[in-house]
């Protein structure tokens, strides 16, 4: 995952990116126009990324524009547009354990703290046309503007347990003021 240098006689960890393909799930094609994002193109090999884990139906990778000392992606191999076009409760199971798997491999103090964020951007406020959990440790570390960004208490962002709850009732988006109070 990383590899040591030496830099003015300091060692230094350096983040190993590679260019793979990440096998598809059984029946997964990664070639529909739904894949021409940039996550499409990690799952492809066509861009590098710092892979931080990957299971049959996840891929889990650093974030290029960190907001936490550890801000990792976990994103479906399957392609879901957005959290609210999310309707496997088994896919935010597995992508809610191996975020936390890294949170605790990466960031074994703050997991142990609980000083971490999992969370979903709602759209209008998503970059990237393709779902991806943010897993963000050591929280307390992320500048106040960054807090805000990631807080799950306004419509912008959802936990694991929140888009849960969404998808228990079956429903087709988030109530607002049931997100902002359910934190």
Not at 25 to 52: C, M, Q, W
Not at 77 to 84: A, Q, R, S
Request: net charge negative.
């Amino acid at each position: 995952d990383y590899e040591e240098y030496n830099n003015n006689n300091n060692k230094e960890k350096k983040k190993i990116l590679t260019k793979e393909f990440h096998d598809p799930p059984p029946g997964v094609l990664y070639d529909s126009p739904d894949y021409n994002t940039v996550f499409g193109k990690i799952l492809r090999g066509e861009i590098k990324a710092h892979v931080l884990a990957e299971t049959t139906h996840v891929l889990a990778f650093s974030d290029i524009s960190p907001r936490a000392p550890l801000h990792g992606l976990v994103i479906p191999k399957v392609f879901v547009k957005n959290i609210l076009q999310l309707t496997d409760a088994q896919f935010l199971q597995e992508a809610t354990r191996v975020a936390l798997d890294i949170v605790k491999k990466e960031q074994p103090d703050a997991f142990e703290a609980n000083d971490y964020q999992l969370r979903f951007r709602v759209p209008p406020f998503n970059t990237v046309n393709h779902l991806h959990m943010h897993v963000l440790a050591p929280a307390s570390s992320m500048s106040w503007y960054n807090k805000g960004f990631f807080s799950d208490s306004y419509i912008w962002c959802v936990n694991p347990q929140q888009a849960m709850e969404r998808l228990e009732k079956s429903s087709t988006s988030f109530d607002a003021d049931a997100a902002a109070t359910a934190s």
